[in-house]
DNA sequence: TTGTAGGCGTTATCAG
DNA sequence: CTGATAACGCCTACAA
């Protein structure tokens, strides 16, 4: 690998010279120029990105924190955030967490030293202590981290009224929700309290199952059953995601039951591929590429140490299909 | 933020010392070992990443550059890529190229100045210089890139095979298949193959709709809608992947056609999310956990300088649904 | 318009 | 067992 030294030596110039070159600063003349871009050719020399960054202190990365990839909001998400960030001059480097708060310890470990510049948060486990006192710029996407750290989410309180209205308005009494723990601090659970309400307001009473987050889908499905058996007369469900939505679909399939015959189901979610795969559900959409974007535009504001709100909310809506 | 020097300082001991005890190379009293581990807790100290990539010349960071993770196969391929290389001690830097020619460029050309230590490719566009010249250890996920490029893909030859012979063994004889674009160098080439083979092999005639990657989703639908104007008496469809076979199910059923009983459809890739949300799918399943765990042993090989084969096979499997 | 010298924070060699 | 010193490759005052 030549160096800016080897690049100097070729073209009889100094190595200040070469870089000044290379990031065009100064008065340089036309020649003096060319010489360099030819001996830089002839070496195939490309400037070492890990000593400008250590001269810098500053990395250009950012690093993205989530349970998993593979799940299609967090994919979504992570694409769109790679897109923003990618405009911005940002690379992009990422964690899964997995909902492993070992792995994600360690990951923050890594990360908060002097290896991003950055950091943008949607794990789900509780209080892992470094994030504050870090003292990096983070934003944190759908969960509540601590005071100083901005959070970006969906209007989840809204979502929630859409969704239980409507199915409300479609005649259903008996309407059960679920949602993640309850004893999680995160923006989710206001679709669980706009549920409570709205259901209370109609003299209808709220039942919400707690499915956490890091289970076997064989005990998921068991939870999801148990609904049934508890409450055969339930007359609809309000899922807290889109793929219990499908799989709340599949039981019902099996014990046959006829949707939306038999049961209104909305979802939650309204990623791309879910509307691809699952046209008929009706869901509440997050705005994913809005919330990227905007989550971007915020860290960009720690960044520059400028001040941010402590809370961004980004409007939903209810995507109609046949199922609720 | 505090350097070794700071940590020195306050330990009385020199910056050396103090960095034998954060690697522990040599011998240390255990008094001067407490004394440093005391003065790094009161600082606060850690160790600067970026300097020590830049003596060590490598940064424990391996690039992927995808289409986008937002799409089910790549996203769960990420996810397991990132597992395994979390484990083996690697960060994983993303790059999205949305099959937008310019922006892999870019990201090469920076990727391959030492900002990571290997490669792991799977995007879809053609002949893009740089690859070759890096001399950056790469492998290919599911593409033909050069000779010096090792391939991970799954059977799709049998993939292929097993899904045109299910179909014909169903009694379907006006099987149809659709496929990326034919000038494409990709492993995926090989399933029309085996289709085309097979279906001769039976005396029908093979008939491939071609698909391009990056066009929007209203001009797929437009494209696979022909395949029913066209031929109005399709018997059965072997789709290139799910997604599209999920939008040929809907298709066919606002033309009417009932799955399976006016239409036998196969898919290819059998992900989680697909087999969540669409559970009656027939499909070929990739091996999408192997293929991982192979790109980065054989990822790892490369970095050690051993040699390795041209291409690596994994085994793919029919997931028996109600569709095909 | 170009060159010299010192520093970014770490590690390793070599001497003590 | 410990310390001084030179590197890793680049950038920027300051000088010329």
Redesign the pocket.
């Known amino acids: 690998?030549?160096?800016?030294?080897?690049?100097?030596k070729r073209?009889?110039?100094?190595?200040?010279?070469?870089?000044?070159?290379?990031?065009n600063?100064?008065?340089?003349?036309?020649?003096?120029?060319d010489?360099v871009y030819q001996a830089m050719e002839e070496l195939n020399?490309?400037?070492?990105?890990?000593?400008?960054q250590?001269?810098?202190?500053k990395t250009d990365l950012i690093g993205i924190l989530l349970p998993t990839v593979a799940n299609p909001f967090f994919g979504e998400l992570t694409a769109f955030l790679e897109d923003d960030l990618y405009q911005q001059g940002f690379k992009v480097l990422i964690g899964n967490s997995m909902n492993n708060p070992q792995k994600e310890a360690d990951y923050l470990q890594q990360l908060l030293i002097?290896q991003v510049d950055g950091l943008i948060v949607g794990t789900h486990n509780q209080g892992i202590e470094q994030y504050h006192q870090s003292g990096l710029p983070i934003v944190a996407i759908d969960r509540i981290m601590n005071e100083d750290i901005p959070v970006i989410a969906s209007d989840n309180y809204r979502g929630g009224i859409l969704a239980t209205e409507r199915l409300i308005e479609r005649g259903a009494k008996k309407i059960i929700h679920t949602n993640g723990p309850n004893d999680l601090e995160t923006p989710a659970k206001r679709r669980r309290e706009a549920y409570e309400q709205v259901m209370k307001a109609h003299n209808l009473s709220p039942i919400t199952y707690e499915v956490d987050f890091n289970i076997t889908p064989a005990d998921k499905v068991k939870i999801l059953r148990r609904i049934f058996l508890e409450h055969p007369d339930v007359e609809a469900i309000f899922a807290s995601n889109d793929t219990d939505a499908a799989q709340i679909m599949q039981i019902a399939q099996n014990l046959g039951r006829q949707i939306p015959r038999d049961l209104l189901l909305i979802g939650y979610d309204g990623t791309q591929i879910v509307r691809e795969l699952l046209p008929q559900l009706t869901t509440v959409i997050q705005p994913i590429d809005q919330m990227a974007k905007k989550s971007v535009a915020v860290l960009k504001q720690r960044l520059a140490q400028e001040s941010t709100k402590k809370e961004y909310l980004l409007p939903v809506k209810l995507q109609e299909g046949t199922t609720g």
């Open positions: 690998m030549p160096k800016l030294e080897d690049v100097a073209a009889n110039l100094s190595k200040t010279t070469v870089s000044r070159v290379l990031n600063r100064g008065y340089l003349s036309q020649k003096t120029i010489k020399y490309h400037p070492n990105v890990v000593a400008r250590l001269y810098k202190n002097k």
